[in-house]
């Protein structure tokens, strides 16, 4: 694989209501570390990571948009959404609120996304709960398929949290189970996962982005006409030198 940098671009964007962690799942995938007291987005703000996929021997980069959850962004973030192969649903998993509004930011990226993104919803702020239901990399495909879903899952471990730590601790408002099961109903992987320690957040790009690759290729993504997927063409093989890639914007 010598001489080439990645294999495939893929478009991600990040949407979600304001203040769920979107800016420090982004932050702590590309820089690997946490904001504290980020700024609100405004607007977008972009990102990208090279991750690899062992099992596919794929090195795919992702290309990340971070949209701003205040309506009165929704028309600018909107026209981000187009093209995206993939999209990260994020709820914060102390408020009711913000799972039960992630039904409407699904909506809307079902409208002006690309028709076969690969969604993945994402509990997040785990840290803050001291049930910490087992956050798991698990879901279905989002297109229809012959075969039962595999399930896997990342057991969580429970420990006893010190003083400082249970001061800060909050309510549970959103059940894993009653998540897990809306995102099946609609096609959605799903894991819960944590900004601030870091748990769970690249596996869910991983997990994303290897739907994605598995669309590719059963010729549900055509990476010479699907904007949100873009195919590196190198001069040679991969064994081979020097090479000229391509990326999407």
Known sequence: MAGITWHYVFKFIITGDAAVGKS????????????ANPDPTL????????????EENKVVKLQCWD????ESFRAITRSYYRGAAGCLLVYDVT??????????????VREHADPHVSCILIGNKIDLVEDTSPP??????????TNPPKVS??????????KAAAAKLKAREVPYEEAELWAKEEGLLFVEASAKSGVNVEQAFVDASRNILEKIKKGVFDDDRSPGVKLSKPNVSLEGGATKSMCCT
């Open 136 to 145: 798991a990399a698990s879901g279905t495909s989002s297109t229809p398929s």
């Open 24 to 35: 420090s799942l982004l932050t702590r995938l590309t820089d690997q570390r946490f904001l």
């Open 95 to 108: 408020s009711r609120r913000s799972f039960e509004n992630v039904r409407n930011w699904l909506a809307d």
């Open 153 to 162: 899952t990342i057991k969580g471990t429970k420990s006893s949290p010190s």
């Open 67 to 70: 949209t701003a959850g205040q």
């Open 43 to 54: 607007g977008v703000e972009f990102g990208s990571k090279l991750i690899t996929i062992p």
